[in-house]
Protein backbone atom coordinates (compact mmCIF):
# COMPACT_ATOMS: atom_id res chain seq x y z
CA UNK A 1 0.00 0.00 0.00
CA UNK A 2 1.43 3.31 -1.26
CA UNK A 3 1.09 6.87 -2.04
CA UNK A 4 -0.44 5.92 -5.48
CA UNK A 5 -3.48 3.64 -3.33
CA UNK A 6 -4.38 6.92 -1.37
CA UNK A 7 -4.34 9.34 -4.12
CA UNK A 8 -6.76 7.06 -6.29
CA UNK A 9 -9.38 6.93 -2.94
CA UNK A 10 -9.28 10.90 -3.37
CA UNK A 11 -9.71 10.76 -6.99
CA UNK A 12 -12.58 8.56 -6.94
CA UNK A 13 -14.20 10.17 -4.10
CA UNK A 14 -13.61 6.93 -2.21
CA UNK A 15 -13.31 8.47 1.86
CA UNK A 16 -15.79 7.17 3.66
CA UNK A 17 -12.96 7.39 6.47
CA UNK A 18 -13.43 11.11 6.14
CA UNK A 19 -15.86 11.85 9.04
CA UNK A 20 -18.09 14.87 8.21
CA UNK A 21 -17.60 15.77 12.40
CA UNK A 22 -15.02 17.08 14.81
CA UNK A 23 -13.96 13.51 16.67
CA UNK A 24 -15.25 13.73 20.22
CA UNK A 25 -11.92 12.93 21.56
CA UNK A 26 -10.28 15.62 20.14
CA UNK A 27 -13.03 18.03 21.55
CA UNK A 28 -12.88 16.66 25.07
CA UNK A 29 -9.03 15.71 25.80
CA UNK A 30 -8.29 19.44 23.95
CA UNK A 31 -11.32 20.96 24.68
CA UNK A 32 -12.88 20.42 27.90
CA UNK A 33 -9.44 19.02 29.17
CA UNK A 34 -7.36 20.76 27.37
CA UNK A 35 -5.51 24.25 28.35
CA UNK A 36 -7.69 27.65 29.09
CA UNK A 37 -7.54 29.10 25.12
CA UNK A 38 -5.52 31.65 26.31
CA UNK A 39 -2.90 29.35 27.08
CA UNK A 40 -3.36 27.02 24.06
CA UNK A 41 -1.21 29.24 21.26
CA UNK A 42 1.60 27.71 23.33
CA UNK A 43 0.70 24.28 21.85
CA UNK A 44 1.89 23.46 18.08
CA UNK A 45 -0.17 19.97 17.08
CA UNK A 46 1.36 17.74 14.46
CA UNK A 47 -1.30 16.04 12.38
CA UNK A 48 -0.24 13.10 9.97
CA UNK A 49 -2.15 12.04 7.34
CA UNK A 50 -4.59 14.59 8.02
CA UNK A 51 -6.80 14.77 4.59
CA UNK A 52 -9.22 17.35 4.79
CA UNK A 53 -10.17 17.22 8.20
CA UNK A 54 -12.93 18.66 10.06
CA UNK A 55 -10.14 18.05 13.13
CA UNK A 56 -8.16 20.96 11.86
CA UNK A 57 -10.31 23.79 11.30
CA UNK A 58 -11.36 22.75 15.13
CA UNK A 59 -7.75 23.29 16.13
CA UNK A 60 -7.52 26.20 14.26
CA UNK A 61 -10.60 28.25 15.81
CA UNK A 62 -9.60 26.52 18.76
CA UNK A 63 -6.65 28.41 19.16
CA UNK A 64 -3.65 25.46 18.57
CA UNK A 65 -0.90 26.49 16.28
CA UNK A 66 -0.76 23.28 13.62
CA UNK A 67 0.74 21.56 10.92
CA UNK A 68 -0.37 18.77 9.22
CA UNK A 69 0.88 16.27 6.14
CA UNK A 70 -1.42 14.95 3.31
CA UNK A 71 -0.12 13.22 0.04
CA UNK A 72 -3.55 14.26 -1.90
CA UNK A 73 -2.85 17.40 -3.44
CA UNK A 74 -6.91 17.28 -4.27
CA UNK A 75 -7.34 16.67 -0.22
CA UNK A 76 -5.27 19.65 0.78
CA UNK A 77 -7.41 21.92 -1.73
CA UNK A 78 -10.35 20.75 -1.20
CA UNK A 79 -9.86 21.65 2.71
CA UNK A 80 -9.07 24.98 1.82
CA UNK A 81 -11.90 25.97 -0.82
CA UNK A 82 -14.67 23.92 0.99
CA UNK A 83 -14.09 26.36 3.94
CA UNK A 84 -13.43 29.31 1.86
CA UNK A 85 -9.82 29.54 3.29
CA UNK A 86 -7.50 31.43 2.26
CA UNK A 87 -4.31 30.36 1.89
CA UNK A 88 -0.31 31.21 1.09
CA UNK A 89 1.40 28.46 -0.99
CA UNK A 90 5.17 27.70 -0.98
CA UNK A 91 7.05 25.33 -3.21
CA UNK A 92 9.96 23.42 -0.06
CA UNK A 93 12.55 21.05 -0.92
CA UNK A 94 10.19 17.82 -0.97
CA UNK A 95 6.50 19.17 0.49
CA UNK A 96 4.53 22.47 -0.86
CA UNK A 97 3.60 24.55 2.06
CA UNK A 98 -0.32 25.61 2.36
CA UNK A 99 -0.81 27.71 5.37
CA UNK A 100 -3.07 30.44 6.87
CA UNK A 101 -2.72 31.57 10.04
CA UNK A 102 -1.77 29.47 12.71
CA UNK A 103 -2.72 26.54 10.44
CA UNK A 104 -0.13 25.01 7.77
CA UNK A 105 -0.62 21.74 5.76
CA UNK A 106 2.76 20.19 4.16
CA UNK A 107 1.69 18.40 0.59
CA UNK A 108 3.66 15.26 0.23
CA UNK A 109 5.32 12.27 1.42
CA UNK A 110 4.93 12.04 5.28
CA UNK A 111 8.15 9.25 5.30
CA UNK A 112 10.01 11.74 3.77
CA UNK A 113 9.16 14.60 6.29
CA UNK A 114 12.28 16.42 8.39
CA UNK A 115 12.40 17.57 11.58
CA UNK A 116 13.25 20.77 9.87
CA UNK A 117 10.03 20.53 7.50
CA UNK A 118 7.73 20.86 10.19
CA UNK A 119 9.57 22.65 13.49
CA UNK A 120 9.47 21.32 17.04
CA UNK A 121 5.66 20.61 17.96
CA UNK A 122 4.24 20.02 21.33
CA UNK A 123 1.55 17.33 20.67
CA UNK A 124 0.45 14.57 17.95
CA UNK A 125 -2.69 13.70 17.00
CA UNK A 126 -3.27 10.53 15.47
CA UNK A 127 -7.02 9.94 14.54
CA UNK A 128 -6.70 7.44 11.88
CA UNK A 129 -2.95 7.71 10.46
CA UNK A 130 -1.42 4.37 12.30
CA UNK A 131 -4.92 2.09 11.62
CA UNK A 132 -4.67 3.34 7.82
CA UNK A 133 -1.25 1.36 7.21
CA UNK A 134 -0.89 -2.56 6.67
CA UNK A 135 1.24 -3.97 9.64
CA UNK A 136 5.23 -3.52 7.80
CA UNK A 137 3.99 0.00 7.06
CA UNK A 138 2.69 0.70 10.71
CA UNK A 139 6.01 -0.34 11.73
CA UNK A 140 7.51 2.22 9.68
CA UNK A 141 5.48 4.95 10.49
CA UNK A 142 6.04 4.54 14.36
CA UNK A 143 9.73 4.57 13.72
CA UNK A 144 9.06 7.86 11.22
CA UNK A 145 7.21 9.31 13.47
CA UNK A 146 9.73 8.74 16.49
CA UNK A 147 12.35 10.24 15.10
CA UNK A 148 10.51 13.20 14.38
CA UNK A 149 9.43 14.32 18.11
CA UNK A 150 11.41 15.66 21.30
CA UNK A 151 11.42 14.11 24.44
CA UNK A 152 8.03 15.21 26.17
CA UNK A 153 5.97 15.25 23.36
CA UNK A 154 2.81 13.79 23.58
CA UNK A 155 0.32 11.89 21.29
CA UNK A 156 -3.59 11.71 21.19
CA UNK A 157 -3.62 8.04 19.55
CA UNK A 158 -7.12 6.75 17.89
CA UNK A 159 -7.11 3.22 17.53
CA UNK A 160 -9.47 0.73 15.98
CA UNK A 161 -9.63 -3.01 16.90
CA UNK A 162 -11.51 -5.79 15.53
CA UNK A 163 -11.80 -9.34 14.74
CA UNK A 164 -9.47 -9.35 11.80
CA UNK A 165 -10.88 -12.25 10.62
CA UNK A 166 -14.46 -10.53 9.75
CA UNK A 167 -12.93 -7.76 7.70
CA UNK A 168 -9.57 -6.45 5.49
CA UNK A 169 -8.32 -2.86 6.36
CA UNK A 170 -7.92 -0.24 6.18
CA UNK A 171 -8.74 0.73 8.95
CA UNK A 172 -6.54 -2.14 10.17
CA UNK A 173 -7.12 -3.43 13.37
CA UNK A 174 -4.79 -2.92 16.10
CA UNK A 175 -5.25 -4.21 19.61
CA UNK A 176 -3.68 -3.04 22.65
CA UNK A 177 -0.95 -5.58 22.46
CA UNK A 178 0.22 -4.13 19.24
CA UNK A 179 0.08 -0.63 20.68
CA UNK A 180 2.87 -1.90 23.33
CA UNK A 181 4.67 -3.23 20.82
CA UNK A 182 4.77 -0.44 19.02
CA UNK A 183 5.36 2.24 21.54
CA UNK A 184 6.45 0.61 24.76
CA UNK A 185 10.24 0.55 24.10
CA UNK A 186 10.07 4.93 23.47
CA UNK A 187 6.85 6.06 24.90
CA UNK A 188 5.09 5.83 28.18
CA UNK A 189 1.18 4.86 27.35
CA UNK A 190 -1.99 5.45 28.83
CA UNK A 191 -5.13 4.09 28.30
CA UNK A 192 -7.62 6.64 28.43
CA UNK A 193 -11.08 5.60 26.99
CA UNK A 194 -12.19 2.37 25.21
CA UNK A 195 -15.58 1.70 23.92
CA UNK A 196 -17.68 -1.02 21.68
CA UNK A 197 -18.95 1.72 18.78
CA UNK A 198 -20.27 -1.30 16.76
CA UNK A 199 -23.88 0.03 16.80
CA UNK A 200 -22.94 3.81 15.70
CA UNK A 201 -20.88 2.72 12.71
CA UNK A 202 -23.37 0.82 9.86
CA UNK A 203 -20.82 1.25 7.41
CA UNK A 204 -18.59 -1.39 9.51
CA UNK A 205 -21.59 -3.76 10.20
CA UNK A 206 -22.46 -4.10 6.02
CA UNK A 207 -18.58 -5.16 6.05
CA UNK A 208 -19.20 -7.96 8.08
CA UNK A 209 -18.24 -6.29 11.78
CA UNK A 210 -19.62 -8.09 14.90
CA UNK A 211 -17.60 -5.85 17.03
CA UNK A 212 -15.54 -2.78 16.86
CA UNK A 213 -13.64 -1.38 19.72
CA UNK A 214 -12.13 2.32 19.81
CA UNK A 215 -10.03 3.66 22.30
CA UNK A 216 -7.88 6.77 23.08
CA UNK A 217 -4.40 6.46 24.48
CA UNK A 218 -2.03 8.93 25.81
CA UNK A 219 2.02 8.27 24.51
CA UNK A 220 4.72 10.68 25.87
CA UNK A 221 8.20 10.22 24.51
CA UNK A 222 10.28 8.95 26.97
CA UNK A 223 14.01 10.91 27.37
Not at 41 to 64: I, T
Not at 85 to 113: M, P, Q, W
Not at 116 to 132: K, Q
Not at 181 to 192: G, T
Request: a negative charge; one cysteine or more; charged letters at 25%.
Amino acid sequence: MDIDFWLERWSRGEIRFHQQQVNPYLGYYYGELGPPPGQRSALRVFVPLCGKSMDLLWLLENGYETVGVECSELAVEKFFNERQLAFNKTRLEEHVSYKTGKLEILLGDFFTLKAEDISRFTDIYDRASLIALPAEMRRQYVTKITQLQAPGTRTLLIALAYPPSEMEGPPFSVNDEEISQLYADNFRIEKLAAKNVIEDEPRFRERGLTSLTETAYKLTRKS
